[in-house]
């Protein structure tokens, strides 16, 4: 049977393969209306792509064509179609562009060769396409277009100049060989070779930079929408940006292209820009479902479950349940902890806004100015700071103008409680400007309320100040006493009144509202040292001892707290009769300069720790605060420090070398010697012999 009698079953195959390469595209089976959806799945970071499938056409001895259907790829994920080698013939087969314009930058179009009896078609490798690994000997492309040969023992590759040269040279080829290069291309676009980003494999030919680099002046907005997509998914989302800016700059009533433009805005974290794409998305296309869906994801995250409902369970779309639950804890949530803030059970209003924001409100103002104002009703003012620093900055963001909270415009509210923990830090000019930006966008009561107190308070410490710095000492605390009056958990104005009362001789009363401060602000700093010292005042030594070693604690490196420690605890051991003489006060290195006495130190029971050291030595000038530290950490631990300038007998004795030195002693006997170790070893070698 001749060759001519087998064409419709060749035409028949050519079908198929070309049947089972075609894969669904939105710029080839989509009808209008979804090409003006944005797909979710073009968004996803992982495309579905095809393998390329060939043809290897073989020509017995008798004349007859036979074809089978095989997967192949290369390394180099070039596109374009080969000569075979020997008696078959290899013809990559392409999609079909069905007249349609719709190359992606990085995409390259040849014209199959024929098999006898069938019509040339044009294909258009997409570039979400890789290939299997492939059989047979490595292929090198010429960059010229081909026909196959069909009888030959060695396959060749011929130029047409009448046909668009597509290949790129440098590929590989059934011959071995590197062949020509490309003799013209129709496009002055550069190509690059991709680096396994995206959809491209690493080495693909990508036209323009991959399509998404090099858009050139194009003025086709889905082609750039598509390259902005392709940003996105390589998590270029500034990028993808751009692109979207630019698409709809060309098309400004294009929905999905504001729907995608806010998914980028979300991911660079503008939420607020990207509420305001969304609604615009929505204004232009009404029933657009999946905007409606990422803008109530978006007002979920912002704490705002009335507006997130709107969308989530708008009429003709099926809410999704997971996002459904999320929002019916939100509302559950603020709830309750709306009742607990109006019987001030702050406690419990705090755990129900942390959960608010585990739920999904990360980004709420409100919610975690709520969560600031529970802080400072339960004294944890430097927690309230540190938690209203975290609030987001909502740029262009319009609904919260609108959103009322609490009984207040969510705006206003944020400010509300601003104002409070600025009061509360001494902040006092800071705590009126925002007390007073509450007012102007919500003037309720609480916050004239809140406003009228602050201005108050601020007049109030204002005026003590002045009395105070005039010597006027009982006028400073009655103006102290004022302000009090408008805030009564003001730790700021309980501690400068007792700074008076210290200055009139009251003591009892200093420690009075030093106590009120601390019991408002535990680490309150000023008013430890002044109760301490009024304790000190009034003979009250051991109370004296134990707001200095507090002190001593959070102040390490401070002389003076060292000095009235040291003076306090001789205080009381001289008030219960004791012996003070070379007496080892805790927390303080004693120097020792004799060796008799360095003997009975270094005998002492427990642990001793020796510092060997030079005055005027740079390293143990810095170390030195450290032992000091280490002081008041290890009570039980004996420090000394020797000057071995000053005392040669003891640096003789111990064969001291190099300063600084360090040996430890337990129970009399030599454990352990450091020769300029750091701060952490140094701990780690104290704390591993104490029992």
Known sequence: MSSHSKRPSLDSLTSRYRDSLSFKAADHNINEKEMNKPDFKELDLGSP???????RVSINNNGNATATTTSSSSSSSSVGSVSGKNNNSTTTHLPKSNGLNTNNS????ETSPPIPGSTPTNRILRPGHRRSVSAGPPLIYSGSSFSAATSSATSSVCSNPSTTNVLPSGNICPS???LKTMASRTSNKTDTLGAGKGNYGHGSIMRGGGGCAKL??????EEVKRAGNEMYKRGNFVEALA???????????????????????????RLGEAVRECEEAVRLD??????????????????LPENARHHLCFPGQNPDQAELQKLQLLEKHINRCADARKIGDWKSALGEMDAAIAVGADSSPQLIA????????LHQIEDADSCLSNIPKLEQYTPSSQTRFFGMVAEAYALFVQAQVEMAL???????????????IDYNIEIAMVLNNVKMVARARTRGNDFFNAGRFAEACSAYGEGLSYDSSNSILYCNRAVCWSKLGLWEKSVEDCNQALKIQPNYIKALLRRAASNGKLGRWADAVRDYELLRKELPGDNEVAESLHNAQIALKKSRGVDVHSMKISGEVEEVSSLDRFKTAISSPGISVVHFKVAANEQCEEISPFINLLCVRYPSVHFFKVDVEESLAVAKAESIRMVPTFKIYKNGDKVKEMICPSHQFLEDSVRNYIV
């Open 243 to 269: 692109l979207y800016d630019r698409a709809i700059s060309i098309s400004p009533e294009n929905a999905a292209f504001r729907s995608n433009r806010a998914a980028a805005l979300t991911a660079v974290g």
């Open 176 to 178: 071995g060989k590197i």
């Open 286 to 303: 009404h029933a657009y479902g999946r905007a409606r869906q990422r803008l109530s994801s978006l007002y979920l995250r912002l704490g």
């Open 216 to 221: 050139g002046n194009t003025s086709d907005p």
């Open 106 to 109: 990085g995409e390259l179009s």
């Open 370 to 377: 709520c969560k600031a104002e529970a802080l400072l009703k």
């Open 49 to 55: 792509v095809s393998p390329l499938l060939t043809t």
């Open 426 to 440: 001494g902040r006092f000019e800071n705590a009126v400007s925002a007390a007073e930006k509450a007012g102007r």
